[in-house]
């Protein structure tokens, strides 16, 4: 199986995978053959792709970084949180203790998976956008934290930080947060002021004794290690390592995912803005370590090559991200053999230039 952008999707290819709706649904069942109406209906709803059947990756077995059922539960569980938050009603221990329990089962789904180069292609969803946003954070950042060799209860209280740190938002006017352009100096400031409101409002309602170090990663996760963020304008190791974490994962999920007002970037050039970034809006040390762990270019991306030859990528290297296994099935222009290229081990002549939709 393999990854298909929906723009890439033909009539009657054959879904390797159920496409699930924001809320955990089975849209389409696995085995389903793709119609016209099917593709519009994911436009619709801001579903960006679906994996497919077909001969070039007939023998791949792709991981997800979630299951379906943990990812829906996860969102679920966040959007309720959230919808209560903004009604004014405090949390209850039993919605809480949900979300606590939900952080733990993304830790050890994260930690079962330890050895392999998580798949991140299938967290990204238009709509519904702040709840799979805050899924996606936690989940980086827990891969962060793992690649920091960070004991499990301390992954857990990341993965909680994690999940909990967009809550101001529910604080702020929801037509600026999704206004199609960019933000006004004046409306940019009131946005700025979601990360204290989320402190504040979860240091004084929830029912459970959380810690500082969760809360201080809600709070922390927008300050840059120059003193150039907000809302404290702290710098350097004044800025809680949840926040640094949380910050880098943050902005790789904003940049990849489409947004109102532009299209998600590729994950490449997403990694390069946050690898120029370090030591000025970033811990260097995070940065290195979401270098080694997030994969460039993730299995089932199709690449293009230095010297024109076109193939897919079918594994990914922790520390050799820009050099994975790639199937090559195309050399100028001209359809050839399947053949495996370990850009790991040969071939140091050859670069991954660009991702190829097709």
Known sequence: MRYVPRNCIQPNAVLAKPIHGVNGEVLLQEGVKMRINYI???????????????????????????????????????SSC??????????????TSNLMMTAEQIVDEIL???????????????????????????????????????????????AYAALLHDVGKVFVDPRIINLPRPLTPDEYAKVKLHPRLGYDYVKTYSPMSMSRTVLMGVLDHHERVDGSG???????????VFGRIIAVADVYDALTSDRPY????????????????????????????FSRK????????CVMLSNG???LVLENFEGLTQRPLVRIFEEDGVAVDFYE???????????????VEM
């Open 309 to 311: 030859s076109v193939g």
């Open 262 to 289: 532009r299209k998600g970037i590729f994950a490449v050039d997403a990694m390069e803005y946050i690898q120029g970034a370090a030591n000025t809006q970033f811990d260097f040390n995070i940065v290195n370590t």
């Open 82 to 95: 959230f919808s209560k938050i903004e009604q004014g009603k405090p949390l209850t221990q039993a919605e």
């Open 230 to 240: 907000y809302p404290s304008a702290k710098a350097g190791s004044k800025i809680t």
């Open 341 to 355: 290229l370990d850009l790991s081990k040969e071939r140091f002549d050859l670069t991954i230039i660009s991702t």
């Open 294 to 301: 997030v994969a460039l270019f993730p299995a089932g991306t």
């Open 112 to 158: 079962d998976q330890r050895g392999v180069m998580l798949n991140l292609l299938d967290l990204k969803v238009y709509d519904s956008y702040t709840y799979y946003h805050c899924v996606n954070v936690t989940v980086l950042s827990v891969v962060l934290g793992l690649g920091m060799d960070f004991p499990r209860t301390k992954l857990v209280n990341l």
């Open 40 to 78: 519009r209906r994911m436009e619709k709803l801001g579903i960006p792709g679906a994996y497919v059947h077909d001969a070039l990756s007939e023998d791949m077995d792709i991981v997800s970084a979630l299951s379906n059922e943990l990812k829906a539960h996860a969102v679920k569980s966040i």
